[in-house]
């Protein structure tokens, strides 16, 4: 069975950090461009960062340009987003999907293949 499962969410004070992972079971992500989304209560899921299977990288939310950054270790079959100066607007599900392909566009984060149940980030004080 494919599956993604996000860990490493949790409580927050705002300027903190927290550090999301990713894990694939059932397949490796080495030939899968990663996303990471996200859907704050009320409003609609955006795409946050993704990531090429190869390592390049594309952020698409302005507003965490600078302050979250994703990675991948291929061995461990794991994505990262380290989230560093978290704010309350970052308070959202975080969601982590998956495409086969080898690179990310705006075509692949709007169709992926895979996706996990998310984590809650909560950022308050």
């Known amino acids: 069975q494919l599956q993604l499962v996000e860990s490493g969410g949790g409580l927050v004070q705002p300027g903190g950090s927290l550090r999301l992972s990713c894990a694939a079971s059932?397949?490796?992500?080495?030939?899968?461009?990663i996303g990471w989304f996200r859907q704050a209560p009320g409003k609609e899921r955006e795409g946050v960062s993704c990531i090429n299977s190869i390592g390049g990288i594309t952020n698409l939310a302005d507003s965490v340009k600078g302050r979250f950054t994703i990675s991948r270790d291929n061995a461990k079959n794991t994505v990262f987003l380290q989230m560093n100066s978290l704010k309350p607007e970052d308070t959202a599900v975080y969601y982590c999907?998956?495409?086969?392909?080898?690179?990310?566009?705006?075509?692949?984060?709007?169709?992926?293949?895979?996706w996990g149940k998310g984590t809650l980030v909560t950022v308050s004080s």
């Open positions: 999907a998956a495409k086969r392909v080898p690179f990310c566009s705006a075509y692949v984060f709007r169709n992926m293949d895979y």
């Open positions: 059932g397949f490796t992500l080495d030939s899968y461009a």
